[in-house]
C-alpha cells in the first residue's frame, strides 16, 4: 500500500534554520490531511491539519502547505528547535461518506542539532 | 488536557494465546479506532467502532480480531489466537464525532510480543 509516500527517511537540521518535511499522494479521493510528530515509546501526537479545499493553514512554528494538482503536501517548521526532534508521519483520509482510517506515510525521522 | 490511555504498556504472549488490549478513550469521544505499527513498518489501520458496531474494518482485521466496548470508559481489542506476525505495537485512538475534519488522538501504544 503505496497510496501516501514520505521518501526522506530521514531529515537533519539546524537549530533556528527552517525544517521542511514532504508527503506525496496518489489517490485523489484523499480529501484532508494530517501530520504526526511522534517520540520513542509514545503514540502519534496530533500536530496540524490541512482540508483539501485549501492550499495552506498555519499553526504557530507549523504551516501545512497542500498542491492538489502535485498531489504533495509539506510541513514547515520554523525556527526549528530541538524539542520537534522527533519522527513526523502524514496521514490522509479518504472522502466518502463513513470514510474514518487515516493511511499514513512511513515517516521522517527528523533531527534538530544546536 | 484530555489524553488515550492504554494498557498494558508491554504485553508478551505465547503463541496461540488470546491477548486482551485495553484502551480508555478522551470521555466524550464517539468515535475509536485501532491501528498497529510492526517494527519498521507503516502506521496501519485496524478497525474503528462507533455506537456498539465496527463502522469500518481493513483486510487485516480478520475473524481472529474482535474488539468491544464493555463499559463506559474501555475499548477492548482482543487477539484470539495469536500469531508471531501479530507482534506489533497497537495504538488506541478516539475522536470526537468521526465526520470531514474531525481529529484522531492516539494513545501510547501497547507493545505486544508473540513469542
Known amino acids: 500500500d503505496q497510496q501516501v509516500k514520505q521518501n526522506s527517511p530521514s531529515l537533519s537540521v539546524q537549530e533556528g534554520r527552517i525544517s521542511i518535511l514532504n508527503c506525496d499522494y496518489t489517490?485523489?479521493?484523499?480529501?484532508?490531511f494530517l501530520w504526526y510528530k511522534k517520540y520513542p515509546a509514545e503514540g502519534p501526537t496530533f500536530l496540524i491539519s490541512i482540508s483539501s479545499i485549501k492550499d495552506k493553514n498555519e499553526d504557530g512554528r507549523f504551516t501545512v502547505f497542500l498542491n492538489k494538482s502535485a498531489k504533495h503536501l509539506s510541513l514547515h517548521i520554523v525556527p526549528s528547535q530541538p524539542g520537534d526532534s522527533a519522527v513526523y508521519f502524514c496521514a490522509a483520509r479518504l472522502a466518502y461518506q463513513g470514510a474514518q482510517k487515516l493511511v499514513f506515510g512511513q515517516g521522517t525521522r527528523l533531527t534538530i542539532n544546536p | 488536557e484530555p489524553e488515550v490511555t492504554q494498557t498494558p504498556s508491554h504485553q508478551v504472549t505465547q503463541m496461540g494465546q488470546e491477548v486482551i488490549l485495553r484502551c480508555v478513550p478522551i470521555?466524550?469521544?464517539?468515535?475509536f479506532y485501532w491501528y498497529r505499527q510492526i517494527l519498521g513498518q507503516k502506521v496501519e489501520f485496524l478497525v474503528s467502532f462507533y455506537n456498539n458496531e465496527i463502522s469500518e474494518k481493513s483486510e487485516i482485521f480478520d475473524d481472529q480480531f474482535s474488539v468491544e466496548r464493555p463499559d463506559g470508559s474501555n475499548f477492548t481489542l482482543k487477539i484470539r489466537s495469536t500469531k508471531l506476525e501479530d507482534s506489533a505495537m497497537y495504538f488506541c485512538?478516539?475522536?470526537?464525532?468521526?465526520?470531514?475534519?474531525?481529529?484522531?488522538?492516539f494513545g501510547p501504544g501497547t507493545r505486544l510480543t508473540v513469542l
Open positions: 485512538a478516539s475522536s470526537e464525532h468521526g465526520v470531514f475534519g474531525d481529529t484522531q488522538y
Open positions: 470521555s466524550n469521544h464517539l468515535y
Open positions: 489517490n485523489s479521493m484523499f480529501d484532508y
